[in-house]
């Protein structure tokens, strides 16, 4: 155990000799706002890339997967329920990538046998929890913690389900979320890990800011630690660079798209549901809907998109008119070469030996009409008391308008917006409270 231990702490630390000061920023359990019942809070910068995507999940399972009427209204014993289920969901996500057992990892200091073996069973447990809630007080440093935590494994399903119930008092308490991180990645196994990440030498917290690094985030959201949010595997000068493989029950969209860092794909862009957690610089908000019509199924035309943009990795809009019979291929269009010769003077008339993305679509897959409203109701959300009004942890209620082109109404300039607009580019909000929600 101690040299699962030490890989663990280097996969997720990094190797550096002093952690206490970030370590203490991600000491917390997953805690429900005494002023939103279905929303967690978050006490320090960091770890909103655990608790973000469990949020994004319990905000999934409150709306869509619930038989009760108001889903912001959870009394402890609903929110104990979803939490777990949450919780559970996460892990079965990640065992499902690995066809192994579960695990559990708690942090509890074991009586000897011969202690043990004085106490009845009942006695023995009641011991046990004793324990573990006044580690959840003690002030345990870095190397303390690490020394104390031991891992239990489930091959059976109902169990291990079983198992995560009774460990609720412990998903609450002080070391709550990194439990369950570790829970998370010994469920899938470190070095299944290391063989998704592109840069093993990079941790999951950066060990200067405490921030998650985006393996860690496709990990929760997806079950996979990828470090990119692309659509599918794409080859670059000889190396095989891993995306997203497919769609994700919540989705993610990022800030650092608008400022052209990156590109994320359809798989993360359009979920299961309308829930997206939202990227900025150092931040993980969430942003939703009850609106499930801007999700659906992914159509023709989408499909085209996402295929050419394989093809497109930089992102350009266009691509070589040398590979319009690869895409015509993927897309189980006719490929014979004299029709491809006949499409590539259609579409490239001036022989400049381009293919435009937007002709291409409109030539082979004209627009449909979407069945989504112009304006729908939002929420926002952000785990920061410091970033709500009145240090309040609430959902921030708004109005989303949703047009095809420059709309007449102009709003605010907000980073949230500037996020939005990388999947719908001409989104306006409108939001209920004078002071707009902020993604950090």
């Known amino acids: 155990m101690a040299e699962e231990n030490e890989a663990l702490v280097n996969l997720v630390w990094g190797k550096q000799t002093s952690m206490d000061t970030i370590f203490s920023r991600w000491t917390q359990g997953f805690v429900f706002s005494e002023s939103e019942s279905t929303a967690l809070e978050q006490f320090e910068g960091g770890p909103c890339a655990v608790i973000a995507p469990v949020q994004a999940l319990i905000l999934k399972n409150s709306i869509f997967n619930s038989e009760m009427p108001n889903w912001r209204d959870r009394q402890v014993e609903e929110q104990k329920t979803v939490l777990c289920q949450t919780l559970i969901e996460i892990l079965e996500i990640v065992q499902s990538t690995n066809s192994e057992s579960y695990c559990l990892v708690s942090c509890l200091k074991e009586k000897t046998s011969e202690?043990?073996?004085?106490?009845?069973e009942s006695s023995a447990k009641t011991s046990q929890q004793d324990q573990s809630s006044a580690f959840a007080a003690e002030e345990l440093a870095f190397e303390r913690f690490h020394a104390l935590i031991h891992k239990k494994s489930f091959q059976s399903f109902a169990e291990f389900k079983d198992a995560v119930m009774a460990q609720y008092p412990v998903w609450r308490n002080r070391f709550g979320v990194l439990l369950f991180l570790y829970s998370v990645i010994l469920t899938k196994g470190i070095e299944n890990i290391k063989n998704e990440i592109e840069d093993v030498d990079e941790p999951l917290i950066d060990p200067l800011y405490g921030h998650g690094s985006q393996s860690l985030i496709n990990l929760l959201l997806t079950g996979h630690a990828v470090s990119n949010v692309w659509d599918g595997d794409r080859e670059c000068s000889g190396m095989k660079l891993l995306g997203i493989r497919s769609q994700a029950p919540v989705g993610f969209l990022t800030l650092m798209e608008s400022l052209r860092y990156c590109k994320v794909g359809s798989y993360l862009k359009c979920p299961e549901v309308p829930i997206w957690v939202l990227g900025s610089e150092t931040h993980l908000t969430v942003f939703f809907t009850k609106e499930m019509t801007i999700v659906a199924p992914e159509g023709p035309s989408a499909q085209a998109r996402r295929v050419f943009?394989?093809?497109?990795?930089?992102d350009n809009g266009f691509i070589p008119d040398t590979l319009l019979q690869d895409v015509m291929k993927s897309l189980e269009l006719v490929s014979d070469l004299e029709y491809v010769n006949l499409m590539k003077t259609k579409l490239d008339p001036e022989g400049l030996g381009l293919i435009l993305l937007a002709p291409f679509l409109q030539e082979f897959f004209p627009e449909q009409e979407s069945k989504a409203p112009e304006s729908f109701t939002v929420y926002h959300y952000n785990g920061l008391k410091q970033s709500n009004f009145n240090e309040k942890v609430m959902y921030v209620e708004g109005t989303a308008v949703i047009s095809?082109?420059?709309?007449?109404?102009?709003?605010?300039?907000?980073?949230?917006?500037?996020?939005l607009r990388t999947k719908w580019?001409?989104?306006?909000?409108?939001?209920t409270t004078d002071r707009p929600p902020s993604l950090n």
């Open 404 to 419: 095809f082109e420059d709309p007449m109404l102009q709003t605010d300039d907000t980073p949230v917006k500037q996020c």
């Open 309 to 314: 943009q394989t093809y497109d990795p930089e």
């Open 115 to 120: 202690e043990m073996g004085s106490l009845p």
């Open 425 to 431: 580019p001409f989104i306006e909000l409108l939001w």
